[in-house]
Each structure stands twice: as C-alpha cells, then as structure tokens.
C-alpha cells in the first residue's frame, strides 16, 4: 500500500464518530462532577478517555513475552526473589537505586497531568501515598510529619531514597521493630 493511501485509512479509522451510551444515574453525576471539578472538560472527553485508559490498562495484552499494561511490562514475582534481588546491595546502594527511581517515576507525571497537582506539595502526599498504594507499593499512611508504609514491596533505604526524589523532601529511616513496617520521618 502506498504511504497515502494508508495515511488516508488511519485519518478514516480516527475519525469521531457519534454513539449512544447507557449509564446508572450515579455514574452520569460522578463524571458530571469531575467536569465540574475541571478534571475532564466534558462527559464525552471523559467517556473516551476511560475506554483508552480500559485499553491501554488491562491485562488483555498477553504475548509469548509476558503481560504489557500500556508501556511497562508487568512481571509476577514472589517477594522472595524482590527480596533477594536486594539483598545483593549494601543499604546504601539501596538508596541511591531509590533516589533514581524517584526522580524518575510516572507517579509524578500523573499527579501533575491528571491531576493538576503538584506532587512536591505536603498536602498532596495523600494523593501520591494512594496512587502508591494502588501500584502495591504497600499500605501508606501519613501521621504528622511521620510516614508509615505497612507491608512494603521495597526495603526502607530504597523507599527512602525513592521518596527524598519524589517528593523532594529529606526523610530518615525511623527504627521499627519488625520489616513488615517502614517508618520515615519528614525532616
């Protein structure tokens, strides 16, 4: 095929086209309030982004390589190879793996692109805290200026290190009585 005539079919197949969608009431007044909230700019908008996010996110995409959820490869390991893997660096290697980590994480981006927030920002932590979470990071909480993850994926210096990056805020390892629980204080 020539290069015209296929960039003739991708403009065809993006084209808009118009259909009709069946929701529950509160499904229609929570996207209703997002456009409010001026998170999507209209229903349509955040229909279609839903859909794109359903696609590019779901474990539908399996290849002979694994899983791909949009552009990373999700990889199903046991804690104890993670474990493993980190027990072959010093503390401080640990650290500075965090620290690269951290200043390089799409958490960040989504926090500033999707929600408009910045993730440096002290009363966003919650936010990037459940955003974490969600990813399996462990169970975030925030206690005055004391960070609790329960059972983390990371050991403590490499969570140290990735959040001094993301967050941009200096943090120490705060003694715990058992490895199921990393506490870090803000300084």
Not at 60 to 70: A, T
Not at 177 to 187: M, P, Q
């Amino acid at each position: 095929m020539a290069g015209k005539e296929q960039e003739q079919l991708g403009e065809e197949e993006d084209k808009k086209r118009i259909i009709s969608v069946t929701m529950s009431q509160s499904l229609v007044s929570k996207i209703d309030g997002l456009v409010q909230e001026r998170i999507g700019r209209s229903r349509a908008q955040l229909i279609e982004d839903a859909v794109r996010w359903f696609i590019d996110l779901t474990v539908y995409k399996w290849s002979e390589r694994g899983i791909y959820v949009d552009s990373s490869r999700v990889v199903l390991e046991s804690e104890t190879l993670s474990s493993l893997f980190f027990s072959k660096l010093t503390p401080a290697d640990q650290y500075e793996l965090g620290i690269t980590a951290g200043a390089q994480t799409p958490v960040a981006d989504v926090v500033r692109l999707f929600y408009g927030k910045d993730p440096q920002d002290p009363k966003n932590f919650p936010l990037v805290f459940r955003l974490l979470q969600d990813q399996g990071w462990g169970a975030f909480s925030l206690r005055d200026r004391l960070i609790v993850i329960g059972s983390p994926f990371y050991p403590a210096p490499f969570m140290r290190g990735y959040l001094e990056s993301l967050l941009k805020k200096k943090l120490e390892i705060v003694a715990t009585s058992t490895k199921d629980t990393v506490a870090l204080r803000i300084l």
